[in-house]
């Protein structure tokens, strides 16, 4: 068991899917194997089965982080805290709006103006 944590550890460090998978499903064999010896569980089945459980969740959670919009891992702490430089400038505070939108294009991303709204991405590499 500690040897699946430690192999499924591991490939969640290098992101390895294969390998996470593989750990998981280790687990799982060992489980159905201890639950058909009942002499020789001593516990060990319901252990094994909470470590399971335990990797499972650790591999939904990467697997819903892999899932998300790039873009909403790197979104700007300003949207969620500061005022916009939209409203800024609604509230004519010209020169704090230039500085906020100054500071995110240096930040290495692009903002187009959009009839929605100020729309934003990561800017292109060269």
């Known amino acids: ?3 699946c944590e430690a192999r499924f550890a591991d490939a969640l460090a290098c992101a390895d899917v294969d390998a996470l998978v593989r750990a998981v499903l280790e687990i799982e064999a060992a489980v159905a194997r201890w639950a058909g010896d009942t002499e020789e ?3 060990g089945t ?3 089965r909470d470590v399971l459980r335990s990797l499972i ?3 939904g ?3 819903g982080d892999g899932l998300r919009d ?3 891992a790197r979104a700007p702490p ?3 805290s500061s005022p916009s430089a939209p409203r800024l400038r609604s509230a004519g505070e010209y020169g704090a709006a230039d500085a906020i939108r100054a500071a995110l294009t240096a930040a290495g991303l692009e903002l187009h103006d959009t ?3 100020t729309q934003w991405e990561p800017a292109a590499t060269s």
Do not use: C, F, Q
Request: net charge negative.
């Open 115 to 117: 009839p929605d709204g």
């Open 61 to 63: 959670r990467a697997a």
């Open 57 to 59: 969740v650790r591999l």
């Open 46 to 48: 319901e252990w094994a």
């Open 1 to 3: 068991m500690t040897g």
């Open 41 to 43: 569980d001593e516990g």
């Open 70 to 72: 790039p873009r909403e």
């Open 78 to 80: 300003w949207t969620r």
